[in-house]
Nanobody
Framework: QVQLVESGGGSVQAGGSLGLSCVAS????????LAWFRQAAGKQREWVSS???????TYRDSVKGRFTVSQDSAKNLLSLQMNSLKPEDTAMYYC??????????????????WGKGTLVNISS
């Protein structure tokens, strides 16, 4: 199994920046892709961004150009740099890993391991 621990959440004003981190431990060699999801209060969890072991990245449209996902495989570290934050980015952010072969890493139903989340609050 793989364990994931997020950090870096906090409160900032709209237009500000935050960086999230996720450290993976355990059978990290089994990871095919890592993803960030978020869930706002009263809403369904939604996919934010993914990165594969070959460094291919994908983003949901609403964060393109503002968020950047990256990974440091040597440190088993996943990062999400969030710039130009908006109140609608307020949510609990989760790191997730897929441990089986896949070309699709945007559906929470196919992810195998999850962190407990870190809260991001953007004030207007």
């Amino acid at each position: 199994q793989v364990q994931l621990v997020e950090s870096g959440g906090g409160s900032v004003q709209a237009g500000g920046s935050l960086g999230l981190s996720c450290v993976a431990s355990g059978y990290t060699s089994k990871i095919y892709c890592l993803a960030w999801f978020r869930q706002a209060a009263g809403k369904q969890r939604e996919w934010v961004s993914s990165i594969f072991t070959d460094a291919k990245t994908t983003y949901r449209d609403s964060v393109k150009g503002r968020f950047t996902v990256s990974q440091d495989s040597a440190k088993n570290l996943l990062s999400l740099q969030m710039n130009s934050l908006k109140p609608e980015d307020t949510a609990m952010y989760y790191c997730a890993a897929r441990l089986r072969p896949t070309s699709w890493c945007q559906d929470s139903a196919v992810m195998d391991s999850w962190g407990k989340g870190t809260l991001v609050n953007i004030s207007s």
